[in-house]
């Protein structure tokens, strides 16, 4: 158990919904990375947040958006669904971010699986 | 479904062998390298680390070797177990730049 709490574990929804994905996580970790794993992307970097400010971005689509609440969780929301955007979501957490502290791990969550049908 | 189902390269071992995972990474500017393990139905899970100004490190049954004049990164798995099958990320990133960048992954299967 890496200490990172994502639900829901899966989801199914038809196209052109909107569906929110929550992470809690470590205890203590400060930033939040959100990827995507797909058929045929691999794990594509999402965005990254950092006590509450977002800090970098990577392949999000418009139609997605994230934030970071106060207590440090944080949820992706996806809208107007597209029968491309079925994969896995992962989050993941470090107590800083990786890319400003080099040996700072990153644990990732189980990951939520959505399907869009 | 194992890591949904990639269609990933795929490398066979047989119980008690050593293997070798490669890995090529993009950026030549990137100074932090990770290797992550994913097994079916979970999250990757963290293996080991290296910075850039080390060409070799070892941990436990592991070892990650870095040749940057070819951007090269490799993940060695001595006495490979069956609980080694799972699939194996490269990542890296550059420091004070951005998040960490993941490789497509290398499918291992150990054969008992």
């Known amino acids: 158990d890496s200490g990172v709490t994502q639900t829901p574990k899966h989801l199914i929804t038809a196209t052109g919904q909107r569906v929110t994905l929550r992470c809690s996580p470590r205890s203590g970790d400060l930033s939040v990375y959100w990827y995507q794993q797909s058929l045929d992307q691999g794990l594509q970097f999402l965005i990254q947040y950092y006590n509450g400010e977002e800090r970098a971005k990577g392949n999000i689509l418009e139609r997605f958006s994230a934030q970071q609440f106060p207590d440090l969780h944080s949820e992706l929301n996806l809208s107007s669904l597209e029968l491309g955007d079925s994969a896995l979501y992962f989050c993941?957490?470090?107590?800083?971010?990786?890319?400003?502290?080099?040996?700072?791990?990153?644990?990732f969550g189980e990951g939520s699986w959505l399907t869009v049908v | 479904g194992e890591s949904v189902g990639l269609h990933l390269p795929t490398l066979s071992v047989q119980e008690g062998d050593n293997s070798i995972i490669n890995c090529a990474y993009s950026?030549?500017?990137?100074?932090?390298f990770i290797w992550y393990k994913q097994e079916s139905g979970k999250g990757p899970q963290f293996i080991i680390d290296i910075r850039s100004n080390m060409d070799k490190r070892q941990g436990q049954r592991v070892t990650v070797l870095l040749n940057k004049t070819v951007k090269h990164l490799s993940l060695q798995i001595a006495a490979t177990q069956p609980g080694d099958s799972a699939v194996y990320f490269c990542?890296?990133?550059?420091?004070?730049?951005?998040?960490?960048?993941f490789g497509s992954g290398t499918r291992l299967q150990v054969q008992p």
């Open positions: 950026n030549s500017a990137s100074d932090y």
């Open positions: 993941a957490s470090s107590v800083e971010g990786v890319e400003r502290t080099p040996g700072n791990t990153i644990y």
């Open positions: 990542a890296e990133t550059l420091t004070g730049r951005r998040a960490l960048t």
